[in-house]
């Protein structure tokens, strides 16, 4: 190769290193400002979707079970949580956007990380798949049963997945608890174990749902381990 070609190519070289080197980075997205609460995870503000990192709250219309066994409207809660803590100017800074369009960001109200509030009140998981920002907020609110600790509930991720179950009038009041029929017999799963997302219910067969253990456990049925 030429002597002065070779030194164009190396010139053209340096140069794109140069303009890489000095490109911007990525802008931040910062939207503030009056925000209307979606659900326990999920903001609008001036017409902007925001889904907060680092965080999963119960979906709106998902239950839970507290540790007498009686079934509560957990999503209700988070949502109502959230109103709280986004109440007034809300801002919201980040940098990327989820696969439905909304802008993934760290929310402050009052001076205080939003998402750090509700998963610290026990309203809200870490969604670690994501983030590790609140996996000490979600320690110590384990620790101390706050919230969704203070019982057992599907994670919103297992509830998400299988919301499409067929679940009776009972469920969709909170009676939470599976009781299923099977070569074994008659064994209720609570939510939050490890077989009660996969366990389908079938009314037609006799299966049923049930809002506590004692009721379960007075219809024939037994805990399933």
Same mark, same amino acid.
């Given at each position: ?26 802008? *931040?997205?910062?939207?503030?400002? !009056? /925000?209307? %609460? ?6 609008? &503000?001036?017409? +902007? ?76 998981? *870490?969604?670690?798949?994501?983030? !590790? /920002?609140? %996996? ?6 384990? &620790?101390?049963? +706050? ?76 805990? *399933?381990?």
């Amino acid at each position: 190769m030429p002597r002065d070609m070779w030194g164009m190519f190396r010139f053209v070289y340096v140069l794109l290193i140069a303009l890489i080197a000095c490109a911007p980075p990525v802008l *931040a997205e910062t939207v503030s400002g !009056k /925000a209307r %609460v979606v659900d326990g995870d999920t903001l609008e &503000i001036n017409h +902007r979707k925001i889904r907060i990192s680092g965080i999963d709250a119960p979906e709106s219309s998902q239950n839970c079970t507290r540790a007498d066994g009686r079934g509560w409207a957990c999503g209700r809660e988070a949502t109502g949580l959230m109103r709280k803590l986004a109440a007034g100017k809300v801002a919201c800074t980040g940098g990327s956007s989820d696969r439905y369009g909304r802008l993934i960001a760290v929310c402050k109200a009052k001076g205080q990380d939003i998402g750090a509030q509700m998963v610290v009140q026990g309203y809200a998981m *870490a969604y670690q798949t994501y983030s !590790k /920002a609140y %996996v000490s907020q979600e320690k110590s609110a384990m &620790i101390a049963k +706050r919230g969704l600790w203070a019982g057992t509930f599907q994670t919103p991720a297992e509830y998400r997945a299988h919301k499409n179950d067929a679940p009776d009038s009972r469920a969709s009041a909170g009676c939470t608890i599976k009781g299923n029929i099977s070569k074994n017999g008659k064994l209720y799963h609570m939510p939050g174990s490890a077989s009660y997302a996969a366990t389908k219910i079938s009314t037609a067969k006799g299966e049923r749902w049930f809002c506590t253990e004692a009721e379960a456990r007075k219809a024939g049925w037994v805990r *399933a381990h």
